[in-house]
T-cell receptor, first 112, second 109 residues
Framework: NAGVTQTPKFQVLKTGQSMTLQCAQDMNHNSMYWYRQDPGMGLRLIYYSASEGTTDKGEVPNGYNVSRLNKREFSLRLESAAPSQTSVYFC???????????FGEGSWLTVV | GIQVEQSPPDLILQEGANSTLRCNFSDSVNNLQWFHQNPWGQLINLFYIPSGTKQNGRLSATTVATERYSLLYISSSQTTDSGVYFCAWGFSGNTPLVFGKGTRLSVIA
């Protein structure tokens, strides 16, 4: 049982480059999330999707776009990467109305 | 917006010692969870505890919703308990969690 799978695990980008972080879950969950983690800041919500076909902004959405491709997949795109987007990105999922949230292993992104 | 504050920010313990981590939140809660992030970055859900007390082995948690705080107790700490402990608040089971900044725990042998 894979749970929540994120790719890539590590990535170095140059300022201005674009990239997409991929996330897939195999638990048939309706809700999916993207968080970023910076030193001393905890996890901050970037975007979430309560169900297939819907997405909503979180606390720090600027510079990002998301796509809920289907029930399993929720991708995060950086259109023009900036050094301030250097962070660890976590994808997560949960079942609607249930309280256990499952996290992927994280994606370490460095923008130089 | 909602404020989730954790204390202490850092904690160093000798193996075998006990500790209490605190989480204060600024609004009423229907979804309060504790997580452990191990040194490799993996996030593990420890407790779902919007009110009351739960225990799981050497760990236990208590939430006093009326006073807007939660406590995580670690007894007889082990080096494998090291990492960062996060509490997270949610208005309901259908809304995203808001995380505190975490307590970094180091248990030394």
């Amino acid at each position: 049982n894979a749970g929540v799978t994120q790719t890539p695990k590590f990535q170095v980008l140059k300022t201005g480059q674009s990239m997409t972080l991929q996330c897939a879950q195999d638990m048939n969950h309706n809700s999916m999330y993207w968080y970023r983690q910076d030193p001393g800041m905890g996890l901050r919500l970037i975007y979430y999707s309560a169900s297939e076909g819907t997405t909503d902004k979180g606390e720090v959405p600027n510079g990002y776009n998301v796509s809920r491709l289907n029930k399993r997949e929720f991708s995060l795109r950086l259109e023009s990467a900036a050094p301030s987007q250097t962070s660890v990105y976590f994808c997560a999922s949960s079942a609607t109305g249930q309280n256990t949230i499952y996290f992927g292993e994280g994606s370490w992104l460095t923008v130089v | 917006g909602i404020q989730v504050e954790q204390s202490p920010p850092d904690l160093i313990l000798q193996e075998g010692a006990n500790s209490t981590l605190r989480c204060n939140f600024s609004d009423s809660v229907n979804n309060l969870q504790w997580f452990h992030q191990n040194p490799w970055g993996q996030l593990i859900n420890l407790f779902y505890i919007p009110s009351g007390t739960k225990q799981n082995g050497r760990l236990s948690a208590t939430t006093v919703a009326t006073e807007r705080y939660s406590l995580l107790y670690i007894s007889s700490s082990q080096t494998t308990d090291s990492g960062v402990y996060f509490c997270a608040w949610g208005f309901s089971g259908n809304t995203p969690l808001v995380f505190g900044k975490g307590t970094r725990l180091s248990v030394i042998a």
